[in-house]
């Protein structure tokens, strides 16, 4: 009984969701009525944010348990892709061995309470730095040339900048981010050029769920009916380790270590949590 009723939240959860999402796509409206026409994609931003400051601390609650101890381990300089209004960052416990945080986050509305929520992870504005951009080398190597971080090329622009020296990352932090990116085998190939070598991956990504008949029909469904349209771009069926997999293997062969576990196989909301480890250069 009490597994049937797990089975029926699993499958509804979508719900409460879909309304606040639908109620605040109405608030956008009614506060710019003309912005869907002007600015289609800063309309979807704040309509998102009003979703996510109101559902992302309850969203954040219902995380695998898994990432704790991750990203308890984190140190150095790290990279936090999509952190959204910062609710995961309580989970860098550990504040004093991490070097700096760099978090590319696109919803610009959101940016305010993901500043608080650093502050209150023992974060402060000199350790969690905010880049307001997506998850590509267009959008954070900018930032990096800004700070000193990532030297130009000869010819001046980030653009010239040289494979090698984009590798500065000791971490990269991917938290129910690349459900929702456009092009995730693009974004991942930037990722994994800002990650060094030995540097580590640390994934908490909702998945497509080839374990379970009833959780597969039940992405299918929530996918036909507008889930991405009403959460953001968010995607249920990606396999996202694969697409890690594929890039490493182009780029390097493959990781030197991977070390993901899938949690709630049976959910539609199953995870792939854990920690995919870039192999270290060759010495020439
Ligand atoms: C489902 S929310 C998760 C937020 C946060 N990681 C958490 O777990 O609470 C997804 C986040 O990814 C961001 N996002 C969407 N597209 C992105 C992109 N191309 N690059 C970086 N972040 C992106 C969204 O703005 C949003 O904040």
């Not at 140190?75 to 550990?94: A, E």
């Not at 951009?133 to 267009?138: F, H, M, N, Q, Y």
């Amino acid at each position: 009984m009490a597994s049937l009723l797990a089975c029926v939240i699993d499958v509804l959860f979508p719900v409460p969701f879909f309304a606040v999402s639908i109620f605040y796509f109405a608030v956008a409206f009614v506060k710019n009525p003309l912005l869907p026409l002007t600015n289609f994609a800063s309309f979807k931003e704040k309509a998102f944010a009003g979703l996510w400051l109101t559902l992302g601390g309850i969203s954040a609650d219902q995380t695998p348990a898994e990432l704790d101890g991750l990203l308890a381990s984190s140190k150095g300089l790290i990279l936090d892709v999509g952190p959204g209004s910062g609710d995961q960052l309580r989970r860098f416990s550990n504040p004093q061995n991490i070097t700096a945080i760099y978090g590319v986050e696109p919803g610009v509305t959101m940016h305010d309470k993901l500043r608080e929520s650093a502050r209150k992870a023992g974060l402060g504005d000199d350790k969690y730095r905010i880049i307001g951009g997506t998850a590509d080398l267009e959008s954070i190597v900018p930032a990096l040339v800004k700070d000193g971080l990532v030297k130009t090329g000869e010819t001046g622009g980030p653009a010239a900048a040289e494979e090698d020296d984009l590798a500065i990352f000791d971490e990269i932090v991917c938290v129910r981010v690349l459900c929702g990116v456009p092009d995730q085998e693009a974004s991942v190939a930037d990722l994994y050029a800002l990650l060094k070598p030995g540097g580590r991956f640390v994934l908490c990504e909702h998945v497509l769920n080839g374990h379970s008949w009833a959780a597969d029909q039940a992405q299918k469904f929530w996918m036909a009916v507008g889930w991405q349209a009403l959460m953001g771009g968010c995607d249920l069926r990606r396999d996202t380790v694969q697409t890690f997999l594929n890039v490493a293997k182009e780029k390097d062969g493959g990781f030197a270590k991977v070390e993901m576990n899938q949690v709630d196989a049976h959910s539609m909301l199953t995870h792939v949590v854990g920690v995919l480890t870039k192999k270290q250069k060759k010495k020439r």
